[in-house]
């Protein structure tokens, strides 16, 4: 298993702002992915982070509105610029394991007002 | 187009009774097959999973069924608890190349189960 840790875990932010949210993992891990839980909803990947290099962006997102760093095997960021009121969601870091399972910090809920 | 098809959307299960919660998926390259249990204000939880070599994989009172021939697999949750009252997601993953990690969800169950 790993254990991620994401900050922050809640913030209210204004329309037009940006906000970056941190994943720490407890280990070295090859592949981390971003994903978003609208309310009520499924979860969606946003992005594959690869370390050194640029993220891989699935269809629908783009690296303009959710900026990705991954500047080693333990960490990454996500930004979600120019925020709107659609972005309110659940942003979640996760990673797959050497195991073979993808496992998933606790998120990091994002209300825009 | 949804990869991953789950029903029902919400299950209510008397405590000590089945729940049984369904998915069905069309890509074949499909093979690696996870729930996840979701409670409010937490993200998923890895609850158990199954690669397509087995039909069945048993964990406690948690049980993936597996039919490849039907491309669907099953959640049955025996001797159901109030504890259990959760939001279940499953999901699928070809487990390889440049599709590994990245998971195709079902639109989750949201699953009571009244004392």
């Known amino acids: 298993s790993a254990v991620i840790s994401q900050k922050p875990s809640r913030d209210i932010c204004q329309r037009g702002t940006s906000l970056t949210i941190q994943c720490q993992v407890d280990s070295q891990v090859t592949m981390m992915f971003w994903y978003r839980q609208q309310p009520g909803q499924s979860l969606t990947l946003i992005a594959t982070?690869?370390?050194?290099?640029?993220?891989?962006?699935e269809s629908g997102f783009v690296i303009d509105k959710f900026p990705i760093s991954r500047p080693n095997l333990t960490f990454s960021t996500l930004t979600v610029s120019n925020m709107s009121p659609e972005d309110s969601s659940i942003y979640l870091c996760?990673?797959?394991?050497?195991?073979?399972?993808?496992?998933f910090g606790e998120g990091s809920r994002l209300t825009v007002l | 187009q949804q990869q991953v098809k789950q029903s029902p959307q919400s299950l209510i299960v008397q405590k000590g009774g089945i729940s049984i919660i369904n998915c069905a998926y069309e890509n074949t390259a499909f093979d690696y097959f996870p729930w996840y249990q979701q409670f409010p204000g937490k993200g998923p939880a890895l609850l158990i999973a199954?690669?397509?070599?087995?039909s069945e994989k048993k964990e406690g009172r948690f049980t993936i069924s597996f039919n490849k021939s039907a491309k669907q697999f099953s959640l049955h949750i025996m001797d159901s608890q109030p504890g259990d009252s959760a939001t279940y997601f499953c999901?699928?993953?070809?487990?390889?190349?440049?599709?590994?990690?990245?998971?195709?969800f079902g639109r989750g169950t949201q699953l009571t189960v009244w004392p």
């Open positions: 199954i690669r397509p070599d087995v």
């Open positions: 999901a699928a993953t070809a487990d390889r190349g440049s599709t590994l990690g990245r998971l195709y």
């Open positions: 996760s990673v797959w394991t050497s195991g073979g399972e993808l496992f």
């Open positions: 982070a690869n370390q050194g290099s640029e993220a891989t962006y």
